[in-house]
């Protein structure tokens, strides 16, 4: 059974910074690329970040690019968000997702991790 | 940026109606659109991948079509457990987007 276990979600200053993790388990790991998408409060959902399968490539949405650095560590089955110069507008639940065969939709995800910028 | 316009905000119909979603690209994406279900309090769920293919598990009520700028979600009978947001997402770039969602209420 596929599961993405994502952690580390915590309330933070604006100007903080935070580093997200995504525990993967019941599928190879590093055949997949890998995302972050989030979803502000009561709000709909936000594309973040991907990663290839042996982290060679990554995107970033322009709302958070030059501030967040996605990574992987492969041995560890793990994706990893490292988010600086936060705001408040990056408030949200961050879920990890794996993508579909090769095609960039996203068939599990995990059960998020909140993020709150807020003084 | 491609951006998804999804139609109507808001969808009010009965179980057993027949639920038609739109999803309208700002250029063409291609075939390359998927449709997913969130309810709340969970994780949104793959329904449809390249505009008209279901994912694994999807019951067969479910239904997608379009190409280029212009793409539908199709429920033919409602159920009950149907009642939900929708969004689209397109991939035909790696800057992913996602429509504002459609949420479908019941009547």
């Known amino acids: 059974e596929v599961q993405l276990v994502e952690s580390g979600g915590v309330v933070v200053q604006p100007g903080g910074s935070l580093r997200l993790s995504c525990a993967a388990s019941g599928f190879t790991f590093d055949d997949y690329t890998m995302h972050w998408v989030r979803q502000a409060p009561g709000k709909g959902l936000e594309w973040v970040s991907l990663i290839s399968w042996d982290g060679g490539s990554t995107y970033y949405a322009d709302s958070v690019k030059g501030r967040f650095t996605i990574s992987r560590d492969n041995s560890k089955n793990s994706l990893y968000l490292q988010m600086n110069s936060l705001r408040t507008e990056d408030t949200a639940l961050y879920y990890c997702?794996?993508?579909?065969?090769?095609?960039?939709?996203?068939?599990?995800w995990g059960q998020g991790t909140l993020v709150t910028v807020s003084s | 940026e491609i951006v998804l316009t999804q139609s109507p905000a808001t969808l009010s119909l009965s179980p057993g109606e027949r639920a038609t979603l739109s999803c309208r690209a700002s250029?063409?994406?291609?075939?390359?659109l998927a449709w997913y279900q969130q309810k709340p309090g969970q994780a949104p769920r793959l329904l449809i991948y390249?505009?008209?293919n279901r994912a694994t598990g999807i019951p067969a009520r479910f239904s997608g079509s379009g190409s280029g700028t212009d793409f539908t979600l199709t429920i033919s009978s409602l159920e009950p457990e149907d009642f939900a947001v929708y969004y689209c997402?397109?991939?035909?770039?790696?800057?992913?987007?996602f429509g504002q969602g459609t949420r479908l209420e019941i009547k």
């Open positions: 390249d505009a008209s």
């Open positions: 997402q397109q991939r035909s770039n790696w800057a992913i987007t």
């Open positions: 997702a794996k993508i579909y065969g090769d095609y960039n939709y996203f068939d599990y």
């Open positions: 250029q063409s994406v291609s075939s390359y």
